[in-house]
């Protein structure tokens, strides 16, 4: 089964040339403005663009997620990532198979809501946080940390960003962690 390429989808979303027909396009083009890119990529993903159906198909696939008069959101996707536990994991549940360590900077908007931040953020009972260990000094956490795997990483990036008080992450190194300052909460 053939899908669409990365760079079709992006020369269809930008108007830069007609890959498969202007109403096909078209289709594309305004589920680009409505779902996000990983959506939008995840829908493309299962459809057969050599298929001879492949108009109808994106017609009926997209057509179930907005109607054509309405220009309101009417259903939203969920993406089955096994990243986030809804619930507290089975006391027989798996070890990860590739737990990976970081060092990070969690920088705030200034020392003081770094230093009220402290107790409070980030969420280090996570599920897939494995360990933490960190340090604040002045609008900086530096933050060690051990994730049960490399894709927990943007999960645990994506929980820090519903934050008001944070600024940005940088990464860090174990040099710079060791010599970091521990300030008092």
Known sequence: MAHPSPNQIVDIVLGRQQVYALDIDSQIREAS???????????????????????SD????????FGVESKEVVGVIGFATNEIQSAAPPDNAEQPN???EYYLRLVFSDEQAAFYQFPLFPDLNADYVLGASRKRAGAVQHLH?????????????????????????????ADEFKRAPSNAI
């Open 33 to 55: 403005n409505r779902l996000t890119a990983r959506a939008l990529f995840e829908l493309l993903a299962h459809l057969d663009d050599k298929s001879p159906d492949f108009g």
């Open 58 to 65: 994106i017609s009926s696939v997209l057509s179930g997620f």
């Open 98 to 100: 590739n737990p990976s």
């Open 145 to 173: 940390i051990t994730l049960s795997s490399p894709q927990a990483l943007q999960t645990f990036i994506e929980s820090c960003r519903t934050n008001p008080h944070f600024v940005r992450v940088e990464e860090s190194t």
